[in-house]
């Protein structure tokens, strides 16, 4: 489905720029719903994979304090034009999305 | 994370094992590994000693926060971290004032560059605090951030 990822790699010099932005409540658990006062229910990214060509490059761990939609950039050298970037998330929930895209 | 829904989750991990055979997920990003009792420690000092195994840090000039001064929204603080040291192991984005302030951690690859970016919310006017694990040993760098609405709660 890969519908909340949006991400491009770009290689400049010997070193390849990842930038991603995924689609995310990112709720921390500590709102109240304004109409019914209870809390909304924590629900946020734990884990986001990032490999290039299948091997990982960057573990992101992440807790509640990262913010709505997540944006997540970070860069490697060793890639080459065309190689693969994937990225992949798992949530508190155990929901999960992925996304291959190609080094430009 | 609920302690009936972590229940829930390890029942389910027959579901989650057929997930990793099916390459859907890679085993180094099962539930398992992610540093709870870090996300949740309320302080940073303890925050950083599960996850590093010590809270004391070197402070280093070779470590820059990139952040804004005065931060309009703290739902949205654009936070990078770039570091010249050479081995970089890990990176973690500490909001030293939020009720729970370790906000992200990144493990790197050898051939991952020592910079990260994200954006991360702010309860309040705090330092942002970047460690950096490399060789073994953990520095620190700190940029104060001033807040003017917090981005917790509502």
Request: glycine share 10%.
């Amino acid at each position: 489905m890969a519908k909340s990822i949006r991400a491009r790699a770009t290689l400049k010099g010997d070193t390849v720029t990842v930038k991603a932005l995924i689609t995310h409540t990112m709720e921390t658990g500590l709102r109240k719903d304004e109409k019914t006062g209870k809390k909304i229910p924590a629900h946020f990214i734990q884990e986001v994979t990032c490999a290039h060509n299948g091997k990982e490059v960057v573990l992101a761990q992440w807790g509640p304090a990262v913010s709505k939609n997540p944006y997540l950039s970070y860069q490697f050298t060793g890639g080459k034009s065309g190689d693969d970037v994937s990225i992949s998330w798992v949530d508190n929930k155990g929901e999960k999305d992925s996304l291959t895209t190609k080094i430009k | 994370m609920q302690r009936r829904t972590f229940l829930k989750g390890s029942l389910a991990s027959g579901t989650v094992a057929v997930a990793v055979s099916a390459g859907l997920l890679t085993p180094g990003a099962v539930m398992a590994a992610w540093p709870k009792t870090a996300f949740e420690a309320e302080d940073m000092q303890k925050a950083m000693s599960d996850l590093f195994g010590s809270a004391q840090t070197t402070p280093s000039d070779d470590i820059s926060i990139k952040a804004p001064d005065i931060a309009e929204n703290g739902a949205v603080v654009p936070v990078s971290v770039e570091t010249g040291i050479g081995g970089v192991e890990e990176i973690a984005i500490i909001a030293e004032k939020n009720g729970t302030p370790l906000a992200a951690n990144f493990k790197l690859a050898d051939n991952a560059k020592g910079y990260v970016s994200t954006r991360i919310k702010m309860a309040k006017t705090s330092n942002v605090i970047a460690v950096v694990k490399a060789g073994g040993k953990a520095y620190s760098a700190r940029k104060e951030v001033k807040v003017t609405i917090g981005g917790c709660g509502g």
